[in-house]
């Protein structure tokens, strides 16, 4: 329920009150003795739908825009007769005129809007680095991108052109500020005892998942602007929903800047695709949303103009996603590529050792190295296997060759195959590491040359007398 107060000009008053009148509208009138440029203040409840209604009859009845309007939320209205004016006015969507008073509160001046934006993209770069999901999503609480986003749609609807051109200039210098903080964070951290030397930031699963947008990139960052434009046309869970918009933009924008920092084109490249993407869609979900919701200008002489500007706007809005659409379409067909090859490739791997020739060996792990951007750049998948062998058994002739031939029949894809053995036994401790198992382990490749190496915990001593590390194989 809304709580409206309108002070009449000096002469519209018997006008004014004919009109609410004549909605069936319960009111109060206050003599004015203000200034003398209005007669009376008239005040009364409405729901939030019937507020656009009843202030357009009250600007036919005289009231012009230069008059005192004021729209107040309601705590509590306590009053039978209030069913009444809640079925003549059904629905819970805010006027016009609660809209446009949203969408300007929503962009906030500039000082405090780019100190967020950085304060926002600082923790969300420190939580990407630190591999941190619980910290990014506390930046995206500071973030205050919903605001330009929802003020650009808002004044595109409305016809407002100030408010319009203001919400795109704020999201793109925001976003642009993001990236360049991000940027000049992971420099700095970068030499610094914060971040390990040669730390490979392509390898940490926040920055991973953002630097590999597919076809459900774009749902979310639909999602999150039909929701964000719901909840201001609607009055509630703005700030909730504008973590989730927050989300789809701040991070993808911080991954960008790292990939600059650390001079990783492909994820700057890739990232930015992302929060092009997002961007796009949550203008474009936004804007569609308050046109169906019917938010036309006051003005009928300004609707015609609105619906060419929306139709521009939402034309170059769909062609960008379009193009945009491309890429997101090559990531996703290579990355259901690289997943059937992981799985056909460690199901041929299984097969091969379940053969009665080699039920003496057991296949210990199986790791398959091929991601998407080996789809995009034409490099063959790489596929490593560690297998168990009792001390007594030798190495079967051309292991890696045959398993190379199996999997490339069954997927079409030649790859580098590398078959690892590895034999238990007790030997000597080696001092100084103590309470470790020692074994033997024997590498063959995929022409079946055998090298023999000594497994001393999670390290290994090849026969060059040099300790290599070596990670554990996905299973």
């Known amino acids: 329920m809304r709580l409206v107060q309108v002070l009449i000009p000096e002469g519209n008053r018997q006008p004014v009150l004919r009109a609410l009148d004549d909605q069936g ?3 109060a009138v206050f003599d004015e003795t203000g200034r003398g440029e209005f007669e009376a203040m008239v005040q009364f409840p409405v729901p939030p739908t019937g507020v656009e209604p009843v202030l357009e009859d009250l600007r036919a009845a005289g009231v012009s825009e230069s008059a005192y309007t004021i729209v107040l939320p309601t705590e509590t209205v306590v009053s039978e007769r209030i069913v009444a004016l809640e079925a003549l006015y059904p629905g819970d969507r805010l006027s016009r005129e609660e809209l446009k008073a949203n969408a300007q509160s929503l962009a906030p001046e500039l000082l405090t809007y780019f100190a967020f934006i950085v304060l926002s993209t600082v923790i969300a ?32 609807v409305l016809a407002d052109r100030d408010l319009a051109a203001r919400g795109i200039a704020l999201q793109v210098t925001g976003l642009v500020l993001a990236i360049v903080v991000a940027a000049a964070a992971g420099a700095l951290l970068r030499g610094t005892v914060i971040i390990p030397p040669g730390t490979d930031i392509r390898t940490i699963p926040q920055i991973l998942e953002r630097t590999s947008p597919d076809f459900l990139s774009l749902f979310i960052a639909f999602g999150s602007g039909i929701a964000g434009a719901i909840s201001v046309s ?12 927050a989300v789809a933009l701040i991070p993808p924008a911080a991954t960008a800047g790292l990939g600059i920092a650390w001079g990783f084109s492909g994820v700057a490249a890739s ?6 993407v997002n961007l796009l869609s949550i203008n474009l979900s936004a804007l569609a949303i308050f046109w169906f919701s019917g938010y036309r200008p006051e003005r009928r002489t300004h609707r015609d103009s609105a619906r060419s500007s929306v139709l521009r706007r939402g034309a170059v809005l769909v062609v960008a996603l379009v193009g945009l659409s491309v890429v997101l379409g090559l990531v996703t067909f290579a990355s259901y590529q690289t997943t059937t090859f992981e799985q056909q490739a460690t199901a041929e791997t299984e097969r091969f050792f379940d053969e009665a020739a080699l039920s003496a060996y057991e296949l210990e792990a199986v790791e398959v190295d091929y991601d998407t951007q080996d789809i995009l750049l034409g490099n063959d998948p790489a596929v490593s296997a560690v297998v168990g062998r009792p001390n007594a058994t030798g190495i079967p002739p051309d292991t890696a060759t045959q398993l190379d031939r199996r999997i490339e029949r ?55 007398g040099a300790i290599t590390p070596t990670s554990p194989a996905r299973p």
């Open 25 to 27: 509208i319960d009111y």
């Open 125 to 156: 770069t420190g939580g990407l680095l630190l591999d941190s999901a619980a910290t990014i999503i506390g930046a995206m609480v500071v973030a205050p991108l919903m605001g330009p986003a929802i003020t650009a749609s808002a004044g595109s």
């Open 234 to 245: 609607r009055g509630s869970g703005s700030t909730l929903v504008g973590v989730a918009i």
């Open 271 to 276: 990232a930015t695709v992302l929060v092009l």
């Open 410 to 464: 069954a997927t079409g894809r030649d790859p580098a195959v590398r078959v690892s053995f590895v034999v238990a036994q007790e030997t000597e401790p080696i001092p100084p590491t103590t309470g470790t198992s020692t074994g033997v382990r024997v590498e063959a490749d995929r022409g079946g040359a055998p090298r023999t190496t000594v497994a001393v915990g999670s390290e290994y001593e090849n026969s060059r």
